[in-house]
């Protein structure tokens, strides 16, 4: 029985290295599949006849089996492309994706959207993240990652704020008549902000010294684009008064009334609140705007309106976060790509296409943003390379061709001496 034991025992050794060698065989296929992490065989030895039973030693093996096939998620290389939904994970984690047959793991960020503007991967699988609100701000509800977005409103502008400085100098004897501003104000800067129908008004803010450290200003539009307005004229709007201190720094600023009426809009006097940064009575610096004497002069005016917008162009960031840009220059956020982490992801079930499943012993995913809970980090065009090392698999090959070799030949001696075995009965 011991030679027949021999040639099973040859048995084990031909069959584990046949299974290793389409394990290394998948390997090498898949040198170029996006995000592929290469598998492991690992052989068991099997349980050995015992010549003194429970004793221990004098054993005699019988074999071995594959006991495991671990996937080895080490990091792949990173490789640049020109598509801007190409994506990439450096770290741990998976995308997650949505289909018909569920819920679905995988590092392959070969993604695009389709007709109903839904990000996919080339398999239809959807892709997940979480949503932003309406105003860019990103949520905890996850979803689909898709652009419903192609046209934005128009906002009005409801604040402005400038930053300047005005010259210390100037003297408070100068008298400002609204019917000729330009020659009674000691200094003057525009603005362009939106109405209610998001269409751009020019607005000209003009300053008076009134005493010392103490300004007027008075918002004013043109008179043929507000009601009641004459044409050739500028009409106030707004008004307010600035303090500043002995130091030149603004001490306090009041807005007096704000209430613009263009025409051609909806909504009658539209409140736009002009801002010169944070004085130090509201806890600021107060350095916004400054009474130096230097010349005076406007360094730089934001506002918050916009008109109306659509789709131009969309793209992610580093941080997974999918932007749309729009042609009145807006940047609004849509939405951030979720990424899950697994506990032991060597556990998950491969499914094909790319995708690994959930399984009983990779434990459930923690879904998070990139970058948190020691999730890895989105690089946008940018994709993952096959972690095949081609020379390394090749070597692979030969050792389980020599391995397989060298059971066969235990089974050839094993057969040889059965064959001597039975020549004895013909002797």
Known sequence: MSILSSMYTGVTGMTGQGEALSIYGDNISNANTTGFKVSRPEFTDVIAKSLKGVLGGNQIGRGTKLSAVNP????????????????????????VVE?????????????HFDKDGKLINSDNYRVQGFQADENGKITSKMGDISVDRTVIDAKPSKQVELFMNLDLRADNKLQFDPK??????HFATGATVYDSAGSPRTVTIYFNKTDDGQWQWKAMAKGEEVKGGVKGEMMEQASGKLVFDTDGKLM??????????????????QEIKFSFGKAKKDGGEGTSVTQYGTGSEAYKT?????????????????????????????????AQIA????????????SGKSLFRESRNSGQPTIGAPQSGGRGSILAKTLENSTTDIAGEFINLMTAQRNFQANSKVISTADDLLQEVMNLRRS
């Open 180 to 185: 000729n501003p330009d020659k009674t104000s």
């Open 72 to 95: 080895i998620f080490s990091q792949g290389s990173l490789m640049q492309t020109e598509s801007s939904t190409d994506l990439a994970l450096q770290g741990d984690g998976f995308f």
């Open 252 to 269: 306090e600023q009041t807005m007096d009334k704000s209430a613009f009426n263009f025409i051609g809009t909806t909504k009658s006097d």
């Open 99 to 111: 289909g018909k047959e569920g819920r679905s793991y995988s590092r392959a960020g070969s993604f």
């Open 302 to 334: 934001t506002q918050d309106g916009y008109t109306a917008g659509t789709l131009a162009g969309l793209a992610f960031n580093d941080d997974g976060i999918l932007s749309a840009n729009y042609t009145n220059g807006q940047n609004i956020s849509l």
């Open 339 to 350: 990424v899950a982490k697994f506990e032991n992801p060597e556990g998950l079930f491969k």
